[in-house]
């Protein structure tokens, strides 16, 4: 049975629209795209690195899966880490509107995301790899279904711009696994699935 990893940037507002480029995802009237760009120095990619050393598997929201497949695919240098390891390794998109998929290696799950995903943990080996595909990990975080959280967060404050932990998230508790900072100031949280939270009176 393969585990689950989701790797999500979010701004100190918790944030997560459009963090790669102004022009990534303006859906909303959103016009503050591009605001992982100051911080991404050799810690960060670093961190990046390490994590693409150790799927065998991704799985992508729809949004996201458009966005990788306009861009890493045109990546064939065999020596990147990343354009190496998403154009080669099998590829899951959860999606009830998209029928087909150009990327090669990609398969579309169109059922029941939160059904298709439980089978598709049972079915394989190893670590598959969400990264931002928000919409989708909501729904998998409410099923109990991301076994671990990388959770990068960004020291900058938005104001707007959807938010990762929405009003009406299901309650949910997390165990610390691993913590560390970059040189930019990017703090990165590592944590895995905990159940529910439990409540109490302070004093």
């Known amino acids: 049975m393969a585990t689950l990893s989701l790797t999500q940037f979010v701004t100190l507002d ?51 899966y458009e966005i990788f497949a306009s861009y890493w695919p045109k990546q064939t240098d065999p020596a990147d880490p990343i354009a190496g390891k998403l154009n080669a390794l099998p590829k899951y998109v959860a999606s009830t509107t998209l029928t087909s998929a150009d990327w090669p290696t990609t398969t579309v799950l169109g059922g029941d995301a939160a059904q298709e995903v439980a089978a598709l943990k049972q079915g394989l080996d190893g670590e598959i790899q969400m990264h931002g595909s928000a919409g989708l990990a909501r729904t998998l975080l409410d099923h109990d279904l991301i076994d671990t959280l990388h959770l990068a967060v960004f020291p900058v404050v938005l104001g707007k711009g959807r938010r990762f932990f ?28 905990a159940g529910r939270p439990t409540f109490g009176t302070v004093g």
């Open 14 to 64: 918790g944030v997560h629209q459009g963090p790669g480029g102004p022009d990534e995802d303006r859906s909303g009237g959103f016009d503050l795209g591009g605001w992982v760009f100051p911080y991404a120095d050799e810690d960060f990619g670093r961190f990046i690195t390490e994590v693409f050393e150790r799927p065998t598997a991704f799985l992508l929201g729809r949004r996201t």
């Open 166 to 193: 929405a009003e009406g998230a299901t309650p949910s508790a997390f165990r610390l696994a691993g913590a560390r900072t970059t040189g930019a100031g990017v703090a990165i949280q590592t944590y895995e699935q």
